[in-house]
């Protein structure tokens, strides 16, 4: 079983900056590909960016420019690094693992609001 916890959301003023967290338990953090999504109340979750084990790097176009995703294969952790931060990117971000089988493991989130 592989459990996924994220961090590093909170408060932070249209402009700013904040860098999101996801440890991966387990050993097959090194062989799957990572996703971070988000959530905004009241809309469907939306795929933001995505790392696979090689290194590639997709991204959703509103983000690209300033949202970068990254991975450390020997912290089991995925990273998020959200900049120039504007209101409508509040949502709730999540991150997921999906293993070389195609199996989704989910974390339960971090909260990321933007707003003076």
């Known amino acids: 079983q592989v459990q996924l916890v994220e961090s590093g959301g909170g408060l932070v003023q249209p402009g700013g900056s904040l860098r999101l967290s996801c440890v991966a338990s387990?050993?097959?953090?090194?062989?799957?590909?990572m996703a971070w999504y988000r959530q905004a109340p009241g809309k469907q979750r939306e795929l933001v960016a995505t790392?696979?084990?090689?290194?590639?790097?997709n991204y959703v176009d509103s983000v690209k420019g300033r949202f970068t995703i990254s991975r450390d294969n020997a912290k089991n952790t995925v990273y998020l690094q959200l900049n120039s931060l504007k209101p409508e990117d509040t949502a709730v971000y999540s991150c997921?693992?999906?293993?070389?089988?195609?199996?989704?493991?989910w974390g339960r989130g971090t909260q990321v609001t933007v707003s003076s």
């Open positions: 387990g050993s097959i953090f090194r062989s799957s590909t």
């Open positions: 790392i696979t084990s090689g290194g590639s790097t």
């Open positions: 997921k693992l999906i293993t070389i089988d195609g199996w989704p493991y």
